[in-house]
């Protein structure tokens, strides 16, 4: 099993920066993919940035060039900095972890609680 505890979310002013934080616990499983996803009122959830075991990361259109997705292999925890934030990046923002558990083998998706990000002045 594992356990994610997001923090880092809040009221942020466009053009301002936030950094959200995302940290795995338990045991019996290695990690693989880290990622954030978010989901705005009335709409679906969406790919913000992906990171993997080795470093290679991938990013929402909407989001290049304004956040940075890194993750700490050491304390199994994943960041996104958000630059420049704006009223549009308003969502629940939810950490995702995909790992290979151990016993059994297989390969599993977890999912955060959520953390609230809203961009207003």
């Known amino acids: 099993q594992v356990q994610l505890v997001e923090s880092g979310g809040g009221l942020v002013q466009p053009g301002g920066s936030l950094r959200l934080s995302c940290a795995a616990s338990g045991s019996g499983f290695v990690i693989n993919a880290m990622g954030w996803y978010r989901q705005a009122p009335g709409k679906q959830r969406e790919l913000v940035a992906t990171i993997t075991s080795g470093g290679s990361t991938d990013y929402a259109d909407s989001v290049k060039g304004r956040c940075t997705i890194s993750r700490d292999n050491n304390k199994d925890t994943v960041y996104l900095q958000m630059n420049t934030p704006k009223p549009e990046d308003t969502a629940v923002y939810y950490c995702?972890?995909?790992?290979?558990?151990?016993?059994?083998?297989?390969?599993?998706?977890?999912w955060g609680q959520g953390t609230q990000v809203t961009v207003s002045s």
């Open positions: 995702n972890v995909r790992v290979r558990e151990i016993r059994p083998s297989r390969i599993k998706d977890y």
